[in-house]
């Protein structure tokens, strides 16, 4: 008798967990945008200008950031002892030796520190500084020109109020823009980004 009520009470408890993994892990999906977002040290960067052919999608808006595009030359000693420039015919062409050669586009970390109320790359390093602000990013190596490399963050789009939009659009195609991100251990998240008036 004991066992056929058993039964009933661990196959509740089955289906009550079954139910709670997937709102679990759907919760934590939101942990490092929340913790960034009201926990982060907040940091402000510039756009550059960037003007695809559909610049706003719906409700909302594609940004480049300056941040984005970084000279060899603040890449960290360890760094540059791993990455090779090559010159073939008039054109340059970058690949990353480092930890692993299976890692075409590695992660790496941007330092940042303040330039007239700007945040701008001071160094980029492939382990994760131990303090101070940094952005987490991923190296491209194919975008190499000019002594610059492209560093990919996850802050390209913002999400603008359904209708608005227009004025960010002609100031992003101008690099006029100016984005408030909270950054919690690397993770940046998206404040707000507003007209920069020089």
Known sequence: MENKKAQPMRSKKYFLLVLLVPVAILL?????????????????????????????????E??????????????DSHL????????????????????????????VYLTLGKNNGIDEVVSVHEEEPSSGVYLKGTLLTSSYRDGKVRIELP???YYVEENTGKVLEEQSRKGKLLAKVGVYHGYPIIKSVSVENK
């Open 62 to 75: 594609d940004l480049n950031f300056e941040a984005e595009s970084v000279p060899v030359k603040l890449f």
């Open 155 to 157: 802050l390209d789009r």
């Open 28 to 60: 934590s999906l939101t942990f490092k945008p929340l913790v960034a977002t009201h926990y982060g040290v907040e940091v402000t960067l510039r756009t550059e200008p960037y003007d695809p052919r559909d610049l706003l999608y719906g409700d909302y």
């Open 80 to 107: 540059k002892k791993h990455f090779k420039i090559t010159k073939q015919d008039d054109d340059e062409y970058a690949q990353y030796l480092g930890k692993s050669l299976r890692i075409a586009e590695p992660t």
